[in-house]
């Protein structure tokens, strides 16, 4: 029996463009990572960039052999290292949001009674009814969406139930639009997974349930009963709560792991599988996001995730069930408009120098003198709409503004516009709130002085490159004494922590309180435009 040091935790991440793993040892220090890359690795399925678009361009999806034999390939690279899958006291795991797998009737017996002389690609090829999956790329199901919405009484009030307004990337949608085009298909599959429960039934060798904080991606689960909602169920398909079996918490213990992964690779009879869930969740895990935190992911688009107890859903952003604590939940709110139009304006009106356009921050007050801008190049998620515009202190709409106005007046806008809707969907600032700064810009001092400022938090930056895979790895550990009332942070304490970058501003808030309730205005009236 291996000594608590000699124990390791295994994380895996079924992401969209590759799957990843990381090890852990008992004083959560990395002890090994692998990754296998789809579309190099696994070229025989022709993805790109891990998925098929198909021609009407909404359409998007992966083979789910893909994924099979990505996890086979992953064992095989890990084994060939020397890695000692008899330490894995515990595993666990992350996959893309969203995304389903639809296995075909039978598929659970094969699954328990795997051959471990035999890859999983070669006894899993006929477990499957629906070859190619529809993940979260995939846009093609706005029928169905306004189906659910009018279903169960208008956007609001679906989103008050499962933390959402019906979104095309969600689950329940798909899963309607795949009983509608294919119903011979629907009526073979004996069980819908999502990628993250797909995966934790490979290790488990039978069904894992889906946890209630990727449950929560679907449109089709109450996210304060923690039930499938039986009004989502009936306006999606046919006998879709036997196929969806119970939802269970993020930290359950779904077992052990099976008698092939016992034999094949060495892992102990007891190692335990304990749930898997969405990639952002497990995020928020390998963050160590605690209550009041807010994380803020500055990258081609920009993501907020946040930690909260008293949820407010609204018809902007989403509200999931949080993945390390059941009584608190957690919000996501995702923009397009990040990255790519910080680099136009920065091209624009700092001659394309990050340095430029620091100096510019640094050269106009916090406030930018009343001036407020809004720069949705392509449409915005939240809100839905698209254009530039420019107001100045009275209010007024005006065409331009001077180079250096321009770039405070697109990072003040940004980050404004994240705390408005981070505070609709119930976030408070509180004594000890950090702001966990991430991404691409997250390396911009000026750039986070005014994520400080608006924010009136500390910022701190955090490497999150593995971040779901780690939070997978934590998860495992946690997932092991949750059961006894050990706390998620008490359990990962020892893990390496974030790094202060700034502090606000003497005087932010002053600045920034009265600047955030004219910012909600603005873009109330910008969307009131949009719709004339
Ligand atoms: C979240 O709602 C998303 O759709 C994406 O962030 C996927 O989870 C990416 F994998």
Redesign the pocket.
Known sequence: MAALTDSCYLGFDF??QQLKVVAIDGDLQVTHQSNVQFDIELPEFKTQGGVHIHEDKLTVTSPVHMWVKALDLILEKMKRAGFDFSRVKALSGS?????SVYWRKGARQLLQHLDPEKNLHSLLQDSFSIHNSP???DSSSSEQCQCLESAVGGAHHLADITGSRA?E?FTGNQIAKIHKSQPDKYNETERISLVSSFAASLFLGDYAAIDYSDGS?MNLMNIFTKQWSQQCLQATAPQLEEKLGDPAPSTAVLGSVSHYFVKRFGFPEVCKVVAFT???PGSLAGMRLQEGDIAVSLGTSD?VFLWIKEPRPTVEG?IFCNPVDGLSYMA?I?YKNGSLTRERIRNECAGGSWEGFSRALRSVPMGNNGNIGIYFDTKEITPPAVGIYRFNQYLQKVTTFTQEVEIRALVEGQFLAKRVHAQKLGYKIIPGTRVLATGGASSNKDILQVLSDVFNAPVYTIDVANSACLGSAYRAMHGLVAGMGVSFSEAVRKAPGAQLATTPSPGAEEVYGPLLMKYAELEKEVLKDMKQ
């Open positions: 992401s969209t996959g893309q949001q969203h995304g993940v979260w790329m979104y990337r991606g969405g990639d952002n993501t989403h996501l995702c």
